[in-house]
């Protein structure tokens, strides 16, 4: 079983589409993330959830809406997709807001905007 | 800005032998963690360092943590070439939203048979 999984893999698109990505845990975590891992394998936060609220709200464009239905679960919505946003985005969970835990992250989402 | 800087970027390594990669940071941490990632994959958890110790042992890893120096260190010890991989640190800190994971920029380690 898949701790955290995410949809799709890949995802090729063109500039000014819009896409979704899914993700999904079955940790019972209570705590879920988004990051982002550019061209140089930097990794920074976007967002993160704590029971379905909003807890981490990184300086990342209002094109892109996360979404979370219930603790299980974080989408991430982006509008009007540009070359830019090409990169690989890892969701990933945690207990209790982290703490002195270690997160699980997904196999990632390859997103390229041509 | 980006927490964590790791020293080397880039470490070559035989087989057997021993593999150090350092980390240092800015700021108050709650505790460090250490990740692997191998190419195309998602991040390992590989080890947690409270922000009160100074030294974490696990199989073939060891640990340190030097509060002072705002600096951390990752030993694999008879390294393997599976271990081929990029490691990176992550510092854990307390924010307005819980505590949140800040990676550093990676060493990608490489070991030749």
């Known amino acids: 079983d898949t701790a955290v999984s995410q949809t799709p893999k890949y995802l090729v698109t063109q500039m000014g589409n819009d896409k979704s990505i899914k993700c999904e845990q079955n940790?019972?975590?209570?705590?879920m993330y988004w990051y982002k891992q550019d061209s140089k394998k930097f990794l920074k936060i976007m967002f993160s959830?704590?029971?379905?609220?909003?807890?981490i709200n990184e300086t990342v464009p209002n094109r892109f809406s996360p979404k979370s239905p219930d603790k299980a679960h974080l989408n991430l919505h982006i509008n009007s997709l540009e070359l830019g946003d090409s990169a690989v985005y890892f969701c990933a969970s945690s207990q209790l807001f982290g703490g002195d835990y270690g997160y699980t992250f997904g196999s990632g989402t390859r997103l390229t905007v041509v | 800005s980006q927490q964590g800087e790791e020293d080397p970027q880039a470490l070559s390594i035989q087989e057997g032998e021993n593999a150090t990669m350092n980390c240092s940071y800015k700021t108050s941490i709650n505790n460090l963690q250490w990740y692997r990632q191998n190419s195309g994959r998602g991040l390992v958890h590989l080890i947690l360092?409270?922000?009160?110790?100074r030294e974490k042992h696990s199989g073939r890893l060891r640990v340190t943590l030097d509060t002072s120096k705002k600096s951390s260190s990752l030993l694999i010890t008879a390294s393997r070439a599976a271990d081929t991989a990029s490691y990176f640190c992550a510092t854990a800190a307390l924010t307005g939203g819980g505590n949140k994971l800040t990676f550093g920029t990676g060493t990608q380690l490489k070991v030749e048979l």
């Open positions: 360092i409270r922000s009160n110790e």
């Open positions: 959830y704590n029971n379905k609220e909003l807890i």
């Open positions: 940790l019972g975590h209570d705590t």
